[in-house]
């Protein structure tokens, strides 16, 4: 079992910055694949970023790509979330998740996950 817990998220103005953290407790998760999603009101839970394993594969969703990047310290079992160029399109709940990365795809979808945190609102005004 894995026990996820997010923080960092605020309100900010466009442009700015936020970093969200994700702390892992319970089993150790570094053979495990990490991801971030997020939840736009009236929305579906979209990946935003997700991280092999070994730290050095990473996938971005179009809409972030040059402004996020996710990173991980397994030594402190935990998953980061650097946000930049924020824009009110940013606006959502950010979840982490986190699953055993048995092979060489990304994990994509929210189904792929099994363990979830509560979220953090991020919200970004114009």
């Known amino acids: 079992q894995v026990q996820l817990v997010e923080s960092g998220g605020g309100l900010v103005q466009a442009g700015d910055s936020l970093r969200l953290s994700c702390a892992a407790s319970g089993r150790t998760f570094t053979s495990y694949a990490l991801g971030w999603f997020r939840q736009a009101p009236g929305k579906e839970r979209e990946i935003v970023a997700g991280i092999k394993w070994t730290g050095y594969r990473l996938y971005y969703a179009d809409s972030v790509k040059g402004r996020f990047a996710i990173s991980r310290n397994n030594a402190k079992n935990t998953v980061y979330l650097q946000m930049n160029s924020l824009k009110p399109e940013d606006t959502a709940v950010y979840y982490c998740?986190?699953?055993?990365?048995?092979?060489?795809?990304?994990?994509?979808?929210?189904?792929?996950?099994?363990?979830w945190g509560q979220g953090t609102q991020v919200t970004v005004s114009s």
């Open positions: 998740a986190a699953r055993p990365d048995r092979g060489s795809d990304y994990y994509t979808r929210e189904v792929d996950y099994d363990y």
